[in-house]
């Protein structure tokens, strides 16, 4: 959207730099305070112990290696190329352009297998946000090396990395942890169906019709008419109105035995 718009190139730098700015934060390791302070020059150097990184540290990962393998590919290919084609050459894929440039050729090519495309991405975003990386704005968002890049390169030091968790991963760990009594994980499968189910028809994502705390609270209390479902928390009145009928019918049928396989009477 920066890049697409009609601001000039000195308008569209700052924004970069503003956008920089607020992933530096979403990836940091550390104290979020201190991330935030250091925005607003008041340099912090102790931990809150307040924030989600404090309370829960992300998981780090040793990605010296890897990223000496990013800052290699980069110069190999003639740092004229995006994050996208640069993290081809290391997976190692096949294109016409690909053999075009003589990419498949390089000592680079097909070396970053062990890490997957989302993972690349992440570690490239790592890298601009310390600066050992450098996007050229101006070159279609080619990476360029600067001089933070040589030290990495020459392996005077290591660099620590936020883990990148995959989304299908997140998932799957918040659904295993739920804790249900008998069939009750039935009765969430079916909430969560008529959910999906009401999204498709009016093109809206599913949690905006109701998340999954407001959707766990229907396992626990079962409810069964609008006042029932209106001390829940999350079914607002516009929500009982357009929403409640669908998901009472599922409890109800649950409840009468009728609900199997996602059978509604």
């Known amino acids: 959207m920066i890049q697409g718009s009609e601001s000039v190139d000195a308008r569209k730098r700052v924004e970069h730099e503003k956008l920089n700015h607020i992933l530096e934060f979403c990836d940091a390791t550390g104290c979020r305070r201190t991330v935030l302070l250091n925005y607003f020059e008041e340099n912090h150097v102790h931990p809150c112990g307040n924030c989600d990184n404090c309370i829960d540290p992300p998981e780090t990962w040793d990605a010296t290696e890897e990223s000496r393998m990013a800052l290699s590919c980069v110069y190999r290919t003639g740092q004229r190329f995006g994050v996208s084609h640069v993290v081809d050459v290391l997976m190692g894929k096949t294109s016409d352009r690909m053999r075009s440039l003589g990419h498949d050729r390089l000592s ?124 829940l928390s999350g079914v607002g009145e516009r929500k009982l109105v357009r929403y409640a009928k669908h998901f009472i019918r599922v409890v109800q049928a649950f409840a009468n035995g009728t609900g199997q396989n996602g059978s509604l009477k």
């Open 108 to 231: 680079t090519w097909g070396i970053g297998k062990q890490l997957s495309q989302t993972e690349w991405h992440s570690l490239f975003r790592q890298l601009v946000l310390r600066g050992i990386l450098e996007v050229g704005y101006d070159q279609f968002g080619a990476l360029r090396l600067v001089q933070a890049s040589r030290p990495l390169l020459r392996g005077e030091c290591r660099l620590t990395a936020r883990k990148e968790q995959k989304t299908d991963e997140k998932r799957r760990l918040k659904y295993n942890e739920l804790e249900f009594n008998g069939n009750e994980r039935l009765l969430w499968d079916q909430l969560r169906d008529e959910r999906t189910r009401i999204a498709r028809e009016q093109g809206i994502p599913p949690y905006m019709i109701f998340h999954d705390s407001t959707l766990q609270q229907m396992v626990a209390h079962k409810p069964q008419s609008r006042a029932e479902m209106a001390v």
